[in-house]
């Protein structure tokens, strides 16, 4: 089936280190792929998305790339910010009219200043 | 525009008591997706319904039903309370295919004890 895989957290950076958290995925066809942000006591906001291979997503300074030959899409950050302390989900969605998104476990970031 | 909302925001119940959730879509939105997040998890999909029926269910028991009206508002009711229901749940909106992207709203804390 369908999943999400993503690197475990918590992660603790510094203010203005370089950020990646990891994300594979497996899934038939070609998903569209995202990235959402869930800040402390609060839903989920979408922070970027990709529909097509070789598509880069960007917003707020973080990019992903969605790359089928690896089925990746992790998200970067060049300088992270004590703003930025939430916990972030990759998800894909299948291109189909019923478009559940299927969420990866999330991986929790605090940045210290 | 007013986004996806949810009510209550909080709300505490008794194991074996049943709980009715609300969501009203963002504006223009015809499809409504329900999601359950435990504590420290992913979301995991519940239901999703369009034009006031279900259309597709993930794996939760009956319990877990639901209902959409003709203002594309939705339900979700919770029987028989179990303590594993105590989660965050989400609702999503969105517009079959435009993007694959859905809207989430602040969610309603559910606490069962």
């Known amino acids: 089936g369908n999943s999400v895989t993503q690197m475990e957290g918590p992660v603790t950076l510094s203010e203005e280190a370089f950020l990646t958290i990891n994300c594979t995925y497996t899934a038939t066809g070609y998903p569209s792929l995202f990235w959402y942000v869930q800040y402390p006591g609060e839903g989920l906001q979408l922070l970027l998305k990709a529909t097509k291979a070789d598509d880069k997503g960007s917003n707020k300074g973080f990019e992903a790339t969605y790359r089928k030959e690896t089925t990746s899409f992790h998200l970067e950050k060049g300088s992270v910010q004590v703003s930025d302390s939430a916990v972030y989900f990759c998800?894909?969605?299948?291109?189909?009219?019923?478009?559940?998104?299927?969420f990866g476990p999330g991986t929790s970031l605090s940045v210290i200043p | 525009d007013a986004g996806v909302t949810q009510s209550p925001t909080h709300l505490i119940k008794t194991r074996g008591q049943q709980v009715t959730l609300r969501c009203s879509p963002k504006s223009g939105h015809d499809t409504v997706s329900w999601y359950q997040q435990a504590l420290g998890q992913g979301p995991q999909f519940i239901f999703q319904?369009?034009?006031?029926?279900?259309?597709q269910r993930g794996n939760f028991p009956d319990r877990f039903s639901g209902h959409q009206f003709p203002n594309y508002s939705s339900e979700l009711n919770v029987n028989a309370l179990l303590l594993g229901d105590s989660a965050l749940y989400l609702c999503?909106?969105?517009?079959?295919?435009?993007?694959?992207?859905?809207?989430f709203g602040p969610g309603t804390r559910l606490t069962v004890t």
């Open positions: 319904y369009y034009e006031e029926e279900e259309r």
């Open positions: 998800a894909l969605s299948k291109k189909t009219s019923y478009d559940k998104v299927i």
């Open positions: 999503a909106s969105s517009v079959p295919g435009e993007n694959y992207e859905q809207y």
